[in-house]
């Protein structure tokens, strides 16, 4: 495993670079700069906001699943919904 795929051996948040994301558990805005740098298509926070309004599935906290969200899109768009 190369040292940059390698788990972090300091705790998230320690204040040295960027702290890793959890694709299982991320914030709302930063779940939406990820699926636009990922996407090739802008996609805000309110977007976000809006599916969790129609129902796409958060996490107890708020957070964004975004195996379980894009799952949730497939089967909107399978279902004729937007």
Same mark, same amino acid.
């Given at each position: ?23 299982? %558990?991320?914030?709302? @805005? /930063?779940?939406?700069?990820? *699926?636009?740098?990922?996407g090739?298509?802008? $996609?805000? &926070? ?8 129609a129902? %796409?599935?958060?996490? @107890? /906290?708020?957070?964004?699943? *975004? ?6 899109? $497939?089967? &909107? ?6």
């Amino acid at each position: 495993m190369t040292p940059e795929h390698a788990p972090s051996s300091q705790p998230a948040g320690s204040g040295q670079g960027m702290s890793r994301l959890n694709p299982a %558990a991320m914030p709302v @805005a /930063d779940a939406a700069r990820v *699926l636009t740098r990922l996407g090739g298509k802008p $996609v805000t &926070e309110a977007m976000l906001r809006a599916d969790i309004d129609a129902g %796409a599935p958060t996490n @107890a /906290d708020g957070s964004v699943n *975004l195996v379980h969200y894009a799952a949730w899109l $497939v089967k &909107e768009m399978s279902a004729g919904g937007d």
